[in-house]
C-alpha cells in the first residue's frame, strides 16, 4: 500500500517559469491538503481538495497559484511565473475525509527558483 | 490566522532522558491536537493525537498531555534516542469533518550522547 506519492523530489526554476508540482493520494484517499513550508519554518495551509472541487483555498495566493483534482489522475498545484519567494518545500497530505483517519502527509517537493 | 505557537525553537537533552516539548494554542474553540514528527528531507509523521474531551493519551514512548484551562499543549518522549532528533510540531485541526491541520512553528529537539 503505497504511501502518498509526490513528485518530483527537487525542482528548479528559472524567475519567470511556471513549475507544476503532482500528488497523488493513498488508495482510497479523496482528499487532499497542500502545504508549504519554508525553511525553519512550520507547514502553512495552502489549499484543500476533493476530487474534481476545490473545498477550501483560503491559503493560496490568489495570483499565480492554482490546484486541482481531477476525476482520474494526481492533484496539481501550478505556480506560474515563479519568483524566489516561491522557493519553499510543499507538501501533500491525503485522508478519507473521515475526521483524522488516515491523514498522512507525502516526502515533499523542494522548488529552487533561480 | 494561526493560533497555534510553540514555547522554545529548540531543546537539547541528554540520550536517555524524557523530553518535553511545550504548545500553546488561542483558539479555545479547538477540539483536536495532533503531534508531528518531521525528520530532515522528509514529510510530516504522525506521532499522537488526543480529542477536546481528554487530558492525556499514551502511545508507546510518547505521552500528550492537554490543559485546557491555560491552553496548553504538551508532548512527553520517555527515554529518548537518537532517533528522535527531528522537528516537532504541534496541530490543531476540526475532528468532526475532513478540514484543513494548522501548524505552529515547531521545535527542534536534538540529543546529547
Known amino acids: 500500500n503505497a504511501g502518498v506519492m509526490q513528485n518530483p523530489r527537487h525542482l528548479v526554476r528559472r524567475r519567470g517559469q511556471e513549475a507544476r508540482l503532482r500528488c497523488s493520494p493513498m488508495?482510497?484517499?479523496?482528499?487532499v491538503y497542500w502545504y508549504r513550508q519554508l525553511p525553519e519554518e512550520g507547514l502553512k495551509f495552502m489549499v484543500y481538495l476533493q476530487k474534481e472541487n476545490i473545498i477550501d483555498e483560503s491559503g493560496m495566493p490568489k495570483e499565480r497559484f492554482s490546484a486541482e483534482f481531477p476525476k482520474e489522475g494526481p492533484s496539481i498545484l501550478r505556480i506560474q511565473q515563479v519568483v524566489r519567494g516561491d522557493s519553499a518545500a510543499y507538501f501533500c497530505?491525503?485522508?478519507?475525509?473521515?475526521?483524522?483517519?488516515?491523514?498522512?502527509f507525502g516526502s515533499g517537493t523542494r522548488l529552487t527558483v533561480v | 490566522g494561526e493560533s497555534v505557537g510553540l514555547h522554545l525553537p529548540t531543546l537539547s537533552v541528554q540520550e536517555g532522558d524524557n523530553s518535553i516539548i511545550n504548545c500553546a494554542y488561542s483558539?479555545?474553540?479547538?477540539?483536536?491536537f495532533i503531534w508531528y514528527k518531521q525528520e530532515s528531507g522528509k514529510g510530516p509523521q504522525f506521532i499522537i493525537d488526543i480529542r477536546s474531551n481528554m487530558d492525556k493519551r499514551q502511545g508507546q514512548r510518547v505521552t500528550v498531555l492537554l490543559n485546557k484551562t491555560v491552553k496548553h499543549l504538551s508532548l512527553q518522549i520517555a527515554a529518548t534516542q537518537p532517533g528522535d532528533s527531528a522537528v516537532y510540531f504541534c496541530a490543531e485541526g476540526g475532528y468532526s469533518s475532513a478540514s484543513k491541520i494548522i501548524f505552529g512553528s515547531g521545535t527542534r529537539l536534538s540529543i546529547r550522547p
Open positions: 488508495k482510497g484517499h479523496s482528499h
Open positions: 497530505a491525503s485522508s478519507r475525509g473521515q475526521g483524522r483517519d488516515g491523514y498522512t
Open positions: 483558539n479555545s474553540a479547538s477540539d483536536y
